[in-house]
């Protein structure tokens, strides 16, 4: 196999007929570099298949059919801009396999499956839609078609990735998954084809279709590319790459000319949704170029992810918040008597699926509290209920006491220097904003704040932090390339030696 390029297009890129066009057109001007697309499903598809599912789930017949002609005359709609008066029997299969799934809703199976199971067309219509506008761009430049793999004789378009049966989340099985791209990718080939491969689903060994969770088509394409040894693998988005901090939010916001993939896979984790958190782990373990660009300027050389660059250590890179945060925890007189007791406050959060996005536990042993999902929040209280239902009755424990509208509000740098810890608290001060728990390490300042607070404590961090130290990192992203200055591993780091010396 030659050098290959994997190229993921997000929801808004592929949002419409003529988008679809645009992105197919920007992975044939990579031929050259043998390009595989990941597509994501058009721009609001998967919420809409979301709701259509809660609706299948309720038994709600009139409210399915509408919802389904809402998004049938969507993609017919781009269909018509693609190809039009084409043969679309390709895309009228996903719609009978959407509909045979709907109608499989009330069969018994587990609430989490049955939404994987509706929700993962968003992406098998845009393959479709993606691999025809591959072929119609490609018969007025060059002879090539776009080709996906698909499930038997049924035409609706396969997974490439195997997972286990956590449904709406799932863990991909690397080896399995490897030959599954491979098989798919090798087909193509046979074709002549550019593959054409749905991101954010998976399958189990059984053939149940899985998802790798809200926002998985990044970890999906990071994962196809290191299946297939691929040398790159570009995102594209709505934005420029990675920003100082979410555009929405903070308008001085920049891009970033370069970060490490743990300051990615931080960043992302904190609330920066511009890469899901998973995304970064394939690049980093393969050593493949990742790089997050921007569809509507893809002449412009987005953010290249990199194991360690010196451009950034030392630095305030971004600001991050996540919202819709809860904090749960326990409050009583007799704490100190109950043994292991933050052991057993975690553990039983994880039996119930919550998961810990932060400890909040201010002494050890005293009121231990952590931050979780608020949507999560009901489930924890009653687990904790029960885990501690015995120490209630004797007193020891009061309350499991909850509060939510609660945000995380994240500085995120490369090995941040002492000092900056207070400066982040001058600069919250300025706002009036006294954190309710706070935590600082070289790799991230972190405060949990009430969600209308948050807006502004990372405008001013941005302001007062961030501006200050970008203008350090475009300067020596700008310096001469220095031999030894990228410490990326694998081959592509070799590669990249050689190819980037700018940076
Ligand atoms: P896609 O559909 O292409 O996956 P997403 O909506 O998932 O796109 O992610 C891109 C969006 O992420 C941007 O439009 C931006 O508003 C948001 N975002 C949040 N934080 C950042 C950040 N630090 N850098 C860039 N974009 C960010
Ligand atoms: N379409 C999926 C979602 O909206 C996956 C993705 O776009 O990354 O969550
Ligand atoms: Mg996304």
């Not at 052991?343 to 536990?361: N, Y």
Request: hydrophobic content about 45%; overall charge neutral; aromatic content about 4%.
């Amino acid at each position: 196999m030659g050098p290959m390029l994997v190229m993921k297009f997000g929801g808004t890129s592929v949002g419409s007929g003529e988008r679809i066009l645009r992105v197919a057109e920007i992975a044939l001007a990579e031929r050259e570099r043998g390009p595989v697309m990941v597509t994501s499903a058009m721009s609001g598809v998967t919420d809409a298949l979301l709701a259509l599912a809660e609706s299948a789930l309720r038994g709600d017949q009139v409210d399915c059919v509408e919802r389904l002609a809402v998004l049938e005359a969507r993609h017919n709609e781009a269909a018509q801009v693609i190809d039009p008066g084409g043969d679309w029997r390709d895309l009228a299969a996903q719609f009978a396999g959407l509909r045979q799934e709907i109608a499989a809703a009330t069969d018994g199976r587990g609430v989490w499956e049955i939404r994987d199971g509706i929700a993962a067309y968003g992406e098998r219509l845009a393959v479709v839609l993606v691999a025809r506008a591959i072929s119609t761009c490609a018969a007025r430049i060059l002879d090539s078609t776009g080709w996906y793999a698909t499930e038997g004789a049924s035409g609706i378009v396969q997974p490439l990735l195997a997972t286990d049966d956590h449904f709406g989340e799932a863990t991909p099985d690397l080896a399995a998954s490897r030959s599954l791209a491979r098989e798919a990718h090798e087909n193509a080939g046979k074709h002549g084809a550019i593959l054409v491969a749905p991101g954010f689903i998976g399958r189990t060994m059984e053939g149940r279709t899985t998802t790798l969770g809200r926002g998985g088509s990044d970890y999906a394409a990071t994962l196809i590319a290191a299946a297939l040894d691929a040398d790159a693998c570009w995102i594209y988005t709505d934005v420029d790459g990675v920003f100082t901090a979410d555009p929405r939010v903070v308008p001085a916001a920049q891009a970033l000319p370069v970060v490490a993939f743990a300051a990615a896979g931080r960043l992302a984790l904190c609330g920066a949704k511009v890469l899901h958190p998973r995304s970064v782990a394939p690049a980093a373990r393969a050593g493949f170029e990742l790089r997050v660009k921007n569809t509507f300027h893809p002449e412009r050389e987005g953010t290249l992810l990199v194991a360690s660059s010196d451009t950034t250590r030392g630095m305030p890179l971004a600001v991050a918040g996540r919202k819709k945060l809860a904090a749960i925890g326990l409050h009583g007189p007799g704490l100190m008597e109950i043994l292991n007791l933050f052991a057993r406050l975690c553990q039983t959060l994880a039996e119930a699926d919550v998961e810990i996005v932060l400890a909040a536990q201010p002494v050890p042993g005293h009121d231990p509290q952590v931050i979780i999902d608020a949507a999560r929040c009901d489930v924890a209280r009653v687990a904790l209920e029960r885990e501690f239902a015995r120490e209630i009755a004797l007193g020891r424990v009061e309350t499991v006491h909850a509060r939510d509208n609660l945000a995380l509000c994240t500085v995120v740098g490369d090995a941040l220097p002492p000092g900056m810890l207070s400066q982040a608290q001058r600069a919250l001060a300025q706002e009036r904003i006294t954190p309710l728990a706070q935590s600082a390490a070289p790799e991230a300042l972190t405060f949990i704040v009430t969600a209308a607070q948050v807006d502004r404590a990372l405008r001013r961090l941005h302001q007062e932090i961030i501006l200050p130290a970008l203008s350090e990192v475009q300067r020596r992203h700008r310096r001469p390339y220095a031999p030894g200055q990228w410490a990326a591993g694998g081959r592509a780091g070799q590669r990249r030696k050689q190819t980037l010396p700018q940076h």
